[in-house]
């Protein structure tokens, strides 16, 4: 993905380095095995993700274009052509699920997400980063201390 959303999608996950690493630790997410990135695009988080765990790591979108130019960029990156509302994979498929920036773009994220819920192991995690309510944005503070 090239241009100004190719741009755009690189700042995003540049501004939220630090809220991952916070939420990484949280989840602990060096000891999954199994984590799936819906809504991936570009999949920057997906390859993030797969260099921080000793398992698979598995993007998945409906643009093919976004996996492809994903693929172009990092090619040993696990991707799926698929849709959030129907997904390809097995009950208990995955240890966590982990998105940014993705529950806005959708019709119906309570489909969604139980459509991912029936996907994560018990015990899992849904971890969900910057889902912003764009009318009630804040930029300040410039530098947040997460104290952790």
Not at 28 to 53: F, H, M, N
Not at 121 to 134: K, N, R
Request: hydrophobic residues 40%.
């Amino acid at each position: 993905m090239h241009g100004v959303w190719g741009f755009q999608y690189k700042r995003q996950f540049e501004w939220l380095k630090e809220t991952r690493q916070f939420l990484y630790r949280k989840i602990s997410l060096a000891q999954q095995k199994t984590v799936l990135e819906p809504g991936c695009s570009t999949a920057l988080l997906t390859e993030e993700i797969s260099k921080r765990i000793p398992g698979i790591a598995v993007g998945l979108d409906r643009n093919l274009h976004a996996l492809l130019a994903a693929k172009k960029r990092a090619n040993s990156l696990l991707l799926v052509c698929g849709d959030v509302y129907t997904l390809p994979f097995k009950k208990e498929t995955f240890d966590a699920v982990i998105f940014q920036f993705f529950l806005l773009w959708l019709s119906d994220p309570i489909a969604a997400l139980q459509e991912i819920k029936r996907i994560v192991c018990s015990p899992g995690s849904i971890t969900t980063i910057a889902e912003p309510d764009y009318g009630g944005r804040i930029d300040f503070p410039q530098d947040i201390n997460y104290g952790v």
